[in-house]
């Protein structure tokens, strides 16, 4: 069962960065995508971004310019650097993980908080 630890949540002011973080219990061998979404209170749970097991990347419009994902060389690892962060970008922050057989697993949520 693939496992997923979330760190890196925080608490920021309007402009500044943070960068979190998302390792897999499983290794790239059993991976298609990874990747980070979001959802504030009283929202969807919405993507944020993906990478691709080849290294594709998708972006939610209202992140881009802003936020970058990438994975480590082994692939188990993904994070998001968050810049220019916005009150809009408050949510809590799932990882996300989609396996060979199409199957997909949640993180249990980092909050991120943006204050104006």
């Known amino acids: 069962q693939v496992q997923l630890a979330e760190s890196g949540g925080g608490l920021v002011q309007t402009g500044g960065s943070l960068r979190l973080s998302c390792t897999a219990s499983?290794?790239?061998?059993?991976?298609?995508?990874m990747g980070w979404y979001r959802q504030a209170p009283g929202k969807q749970r919405d993507l944020a971004a993906t990478?691709?097991?080849?290294?594709?990347?998708d972006y939610a419009d209202s992140v881009k310019g802003r936020f970058t994902i990438s994975r480590d060389n082994a692939g188990n690892t993904v994070s998001l650097q968050m810049n220019n962060l916005i009150p809009d970008d408050t949510a809590v922050y799932y990882c996300?993980?989609?396996?060979?057989?199409?199957?997909?697993?949640w993180g249990q949520g980092t909050q991120v908080t943006v204050s104006s």
């Open positions: 996300y993980l989609k396996d060979f057989q199409r199957r997909e697993f």
């Open positions: 499983r290794s790239i061998f059993t991976i298609i995508s």
């Open positions: 990478i691709a097991l080849g290294g594709l990347t």
